[in-house]
């Protein structure tokens, strides 16, 4: 069969070579017009994905599959005769690279044709391209008919909005991916301030969480999670007590959905006072606007939580004492000082004018349109008393408190139980289908152990139904007939397509129930009192957290545990030029800020070193990542006049160092190394700990740039030191 396109994104470079002079009037109509926005610098660059059927589309969706067309037919010839196919190649001289990867019945492709991207990046992108659709369509991603018909609507209009949802949010990650530090090594960061921290954790637990769950005006939906967000960086998370954990991974893809919500702006527009006034409520959201929930939001929500995030909450950090540049309405601030825990003093009638026009622009705010807090079903993994749950129906509603400032809730539903019950069983006919693959030798089905458990709980499930899905009832009956037959059983054949159909009924009874139906939400008036209280508890907080975000910590702070009179990291570690400290069983990371604007100076100087430094540290971390995946887990170059060098290791609770071991060799075409592409770490804290069962094993990384002088051993001597400096307080991980 011919490939149908059921998504697709690329640059303006890509679209002008793949689009005659002619067919200018393709980029009128809307297809491809946002191809170019985090194309800047990236000529010839574009990612397709496509699933067996009779193609019909546009002209530029036509030109596409002419394209790929070779490429998807020898795919599915190889498929087909080897059961296994290419996973990259390059063209002639080679100019263009191409990535493909199977997922499913669904084939992923990535071509990059001016050489800024390798072939881990490309492929890191049909990964995170992968995470963001399980995101927005939960389990209907196990059936490819069904995703296909949520990738692709037979509506044009409707198609467009979900296209366009994922190119926002692809345009955000990649960005975010070359600017920001921890999406760069995909870890969470934290904004340091510990007593901010506790108080905002305190004021979303009594004045936000449990203020919405006891009141009627909720709709059936609980607030299981409530976090804080200054940019990137994590300010506050305050679980619920009967919520369960957010892996971090899910948290990084949720800080990523909020910045394609509201992207942040430059650090002088942000500090501008003249801008300020126009900014304070934005309108809607900037990204992906034109995808509501469908009615607000039945999309129940899961039970989510962070509980190892809570116990860092309470953490020391260093206090930064930051001038900002005069603004062009000649109110200075450059002779204020941030002082802990009271309001911004300022001297003479400007200061006060400040604070006069943020209590009336607080007093004179109408309440939120509705599209601004955007609730949005989203999908995330669960671990319940039930046990562990993937892709959990939650509802996010982000409220934007500033630009550059969100605050972010997460509600289950009332039909959390029935996502749970859907996974276990479309898992029990996932086991089954693998043990029907492998042919006689694993027995008669019959005989299989859980399939009397498999069959109780199927049978209770339709029988709840009430005939509510005939063809969910009318494919058991099938399915039983053929396998519990006191005659011959069905063939293998016959039995593989039975579990197949039963699959599919089971991921639409899931698509009717999490993505095609309305449902309770928060009530518009809880949104607004807890966006107007949250605003008001931050108030005088406003422009330190935004200046504390661009510069979390610098190479002249001091240790956030030590006294001023404490040596900063520089003095404490001569030669030392850039770190990053990553504590991936909390999936969190620290690191100084690198500043790359002109405007923005920092101990680096002005942008150009700061930005030959941050191409170094990109570098090291491709580079780490490289080697990690081959086995080796301590790295040191010389590269220029720096010496760059990354460790891994393993510890226990009370942070003694454990015997490194040989970690497994992957093959190139594994998932990326990461927390977004098959969340790497975790499967690397099980694989270590089989052999440490008694006692809770953490893992950590730490990346280095030294001077090219600093000796070799000094290097090490000093990478021991810092992540012991980094470990040591309270003896608890800082992050």
Same mark, same amino acid.
């Given at each position: 069969?011919?490939?149908?396109?059921?998504?697709?994104?690329a640059?303006?470079? =890509?679209?002008?070579?793949?689009r005659?002079?002619?067919?200018?009037?393709?980029?009128?109509?809307?297809?491809?017009?946002r191809g170019?926005?985090?194309?800047?610098?990236v000529?010839?660059?574009?990612?397709?994905?496509?699933?067996? !059927?009779?193609?019909?589309?546009?002209?530029?969706?036509?030109?596409?599959?002419?394209?790929?067309?070779?490429?998807?037919?020898?795919?599915?010839?190889?498929?087909?005769?080897?059961?296994?196919?290419?996973?990259?190649?390059?063209?002639?001289?080679?100019?263009?690279?191409?990535?493909?990867?199977?997922?499913g019945?669904?084939?992923?492709?990535?071509?990059n044709?001016?050489?800024?991207?390798?072939?881990?990046?490309?492929?890191?992108?049909?990964?995170?391209l992968?995470?963001?659709?399980?995101?927005?369509?939960?389990?209907?991603?196990?059936?490819?008919?069904?995703?296909?018909?949520? #990738?692709?609507?037979?509506?044009?209009?409707?198609?467009?909005?979900?296209?366009s949802?994922?190119?926002?949010?692809?345009?955000?990650?990649?960005?975010?991916?070359?600017?920001?530090?921890?999406f760069?090594?995909?870890?969470?960061?934290?904004?340091?301030?510990?007593? #901010?921290?506790?108080?905002?954790?305190?004021?979303?637990?009594?004045?936000?969480?449990?203020?919405?769950n006891?009141?009627p005006?909720?709709? /059936?939906?609980?607030?299981?999670?409530?976090?804080?967000?200054?940019?990137?960086?994590?300010?506050?998370?305050?679980?619920?007590r009967?919520?369960s954990?957010?892996?971090?991974?899910?948290?990084?893809?949720?800080?990523?959905?909020?910045?394609?919500?509201?992207?942040? %702006?430059?650090?002088?527009?942000?500090?501008?006072?003249?801008?300020?006034?126009?900014?304070?409520?934005?309108?809607?959201p900037?990204?992906?606007?034109?995808?509501?929930?469908?009615?607000?939001?039945?999309?129940?929500?899961?039970?989510?939580?962070?509980?190892?995030?809570?116990?860092?909450?309470?953490?020391?950090?260093?206090?930064?004492?930051?001038?900002?540049?005069?603004?062009?309405?000649?109110?200075?601030?450059?002779?204020?000082s941030?002082?802990?825990?009271?309001?911004?003093?300022?001297?003479?009638?400007?200061?006060?004018?400040?604070?006069? *026009?943020a209590?009336?622009l607080?007093?004179?705010?109408?309440?939120l349109?509705?599209?601004?807090?955007?609730?949005?079903?989203? =999908?995330?993994?669960?671990?319940?008393?039930?046990?562990?749950?993937?892709?959990?129906?939650?509802? *996010?509603? !982000?409220?934007?408190?500033?630009p550059?400032?969100?605050?972010?809730?997460?509600?289950?539903?009332?039909?959390?139980q029935?996502?749970?019950?859907?996974?276990? #069983?479309?898992?029990?006919?996932?086991?089954?289908?693998?043990?029907?693959?492998?042919?006689?030798?694993?027995?008669?089905?019959?005989s299989?152990?859980?399939?009397? %458990?498999?069959?109780?709980?199927?049978d209770? =499930?339709?029988?709840?139904?009430?005939?509510?899905?005939i063809?969910?009832?009318?494919?058991?009956?099938?399915?039983?007939?053929?396998?519990?037959?006191?005659?011959?059983?069905?063939?293998?054949?016959?039995?593989?397509?039975?579990?197949?159909?039963? +699959?599919?009924?089971?991921?639409?009874?899931?698509?009717?129930l999490?993505?095609?139906?309305?449902?309770h939400?928060?009530?518009?008036?809880?949104?607004?009192?807890?966006?107007?209280?949250m605003?008001?508890?931050?108030?005088?907080?406003?422009?330190?957290?935004?200046?504390?975000?661009?510069?979390?910590?610098?190479?002249?702070?001091y240790?956030?545990?030590?006294?001023?009179?404490?040596?900063?990291?520089?003095?404490?570690f001569p030669?030392?030029?850039?770190?990053?400290?990553?504590d991936?069983?909390?999936?969190?990371?620290?690191a100084?800020?690198?500043?790359?604007?002109? +405007?923005?100076?920092?101990?680096?100087?002005?942008?150009?070193?700061?930005? =030959?430094? +941050?191409?170094?540290?990109?570098?090291?971390?491709?580079?780490?990542?490289r080697?990690?995946?081959?086995?080796?887990?301590?790295? *040191?170059?010389?590269?220029?006049?720096?010496?760059?060098?990354?460790?891994?290791?393993?510890?226990?609770?009370? /942070?003694?160092?454990?015997?490194m071991?040989?970690?497994?060799?992957?093959?190139?075409?594994?998932?990326?190394?990461?927390?977004?592409?098959?969340?790497?770490?975790?499967?690397?804290l099980?694989?270590?700990? +089989?052999n440490?069962?008694?006692?809770?094993?953490?893992?950590?990384?730490?990346?280095?740039?030294?001077?090219?002088?600093i000796p070799?051993?000094?290097?090490?001597?000093?990478? !021991?030191?810092?992540?012991?400096?980094?470990?040591?307080p309270?003896r608890?991980?800082?992050?």
């Amino acid at each position: 069969t011919a490939a149908e396109l059921l998504f697709y994104w690329a640059d303006a470079a =890509f679209l002008r070579r793949l689009r005659p002079p002619h067919a200018g009037q393709v980029g009128r109509d809307g297809t491809g017009r946002r191809g170019c926005g985090c194309g800047k610098g990236v000529r010839g660059r574009a990612w397709a994905l496509t699933w067996g !059927c009779v193609p019909q589309g546009p002209a530029l969706e036509d030109s596409l599959n002419t394209l790929f067309a070779p490429l998807i037919i020898s795919c599915a010839a190889l498929l087909e005769k080897l059961a296994d196919t290419y996973t990259c190649f390059a063209t002639e001289h080679g100019r263009h690279l191409h990535v493909l990867h199977m997922f499913g019945d669904c084939l992923y492709i990535a071509v990059n044709g001016d050489g800024t991207e390798s072939e881990d990046d490309l492929r890191r992108t049909l990964f995170v391209l992968r995470r963001l659709v399980e995101a927005h369509c939960g389990l209907v991603t196990l059936d490819s008919h069904l995703i296909r018909k949520e #990738l692709r609507p037979a509506d044009s209009e409707q198609r467009e909005r979900v296209w366009s949802l994922l190119r926002g949010l692809l345009e955000t990650y990649s960005h975010l991916r070359e600017e920001d530090q921890s999406f760069a090594v995909e870890a969470v960061e934290r904004l340091i301030h510990p007593q #901010l921290c506790e108080q905002c954790i305190e004021f979303l637990e009594r004045q936000v969480v449990q203020y919405i769950n006891a009141s009627p005006e909720r709709g /059936g939906d609980e607030v299981g999670h409530a976090f804080l967000l200054v940019h990137t960086k994590l300010l506050a998370f305050y679980s619920s007590r009967n919520a369960s954990s957010i892996r971090p991974a899910d948290l990084l893809i949720l800080i990523l959905l909020v910045q394609d919500l509201y992207p942040s %702006e430059s650090a002088e527009e942000e500090l501008n006072p003249q801008s300020v006034a126009g900014k304070v409520l934005p309108q809607g959201p900037k990204r992906s606007e034109s995808i509501p929930v469908r009615g607000p939001g039945s999309h129940g929500a899961a039970e989510k939580d962070s509980d190892d995030q809570q116990d860092t909450d309470d953490l020391s950090v260093p206090e930064v004492y930051y001038t900002p540049e005069p603004s062009p309405g000649g109110h200075s601030t450059g002779d204020e000082s941030w002082l802990e825990g009271t309001e911004m003093l300022g001297t003479g009638e400007a200061d006060a004018a400040d604070v006069q *026009m943020a209590e009336d622009l607080l007093q004179t705010l109408g309440p939120l349109v509705p599209e601004a807090s955007n609730p949005r079903r989203i =999908f995330l993994d669960a671990n319940l008393r039930e046990g562990y749950c993937p892709l959990l129906p939650h509802t *996010m509603h !982000c409220l934007p408190l500033w630009p550059g400032i969100s605050l972010v809730l997460l509600t289950k539903g009332p039909t959390t139980q029935v996502a749970v019950t859907l996974y276990q #069983l479309l898992d029990g006919f996932l086991v089954l289908e693998r043990k029907l693959e492998e042919g006689p030798e694993a027995g008669a089905p019959r005989s299989y152990p859980f399939l009397a %458990e498999l069959r109780q709980r199927m049978d209770k =499930f339709v029988k709840k139904l009430s005939g509510q899905d005939i063809q969910l009832q009318n494919t058991w009956v099938d399915f039983k007939s053929k396998i519990f037959s006191r005659s011959e059983p069905g063939s293998s054949l016959e039995l593989l397509q039975a579990v197949a159909n039963v +699959k599919r009924q089971l991921c639409s009874v899931y698509r009717q129930l999490f993505l095609a139906s309305a449902g309770h939400s928060l009530s518009q008036g809880l949104r607004d009192r807890a966006q107007k209280l949250m605003r008001e508890k931050l108030l005088d907080w406003r422009d330190f957290l935004l200046v504390k975000s661009r510069r979390n910590i610098t190479m002249v702070s001091y240790p956030c545990w030590t006294p001023l009179t404490h040596p900063t990291y520089l003095e404490d570690f001569p030669g030392l030029v850039h770190f990053i400290y990553v504590d991936r069983t909390a999936g969190q990371m620290m690191a100084p800020s690198l500043s790359v604007t002109e +405007k923005s100076s920092s101990e680096l100087g002005k942008g150009p070193l700061a930005a =030959f430094i +941050k191409r170094k540290v990109w570098s090291l971390i491709a580079l780490a990542r490289r080697y990690l995946q081959k086995g080796y887990t301590t790295l *040191m170059l010389q590269d220029g006049d720096y010496c760059c060098s990354y460790f891994l290791w393993f510890e226990n609770e009370l /942070g003694y160092k454990l015997e490194m071991m040989e970690v497994p060799v992957l093959s190139d075409d594994s998932a990326p190394i990461g927390m977004l592409a098959g969340d790497y770490y975790r499967k690397l804290l099980r694989y270590y700990s +089989k052999n440490h069962q008694a006692e809770v094993v953490k893992c950590y990384e730490l990346l280095t740039v030294h001077l090219g002088i600093i000796p070799s051993e000094l290097v090490v001597q000093q990478a !021991c030191d810092l992540a012991r400096r980094l470990w040591e307080p309270s003896r608890i991980p800082l992050l």
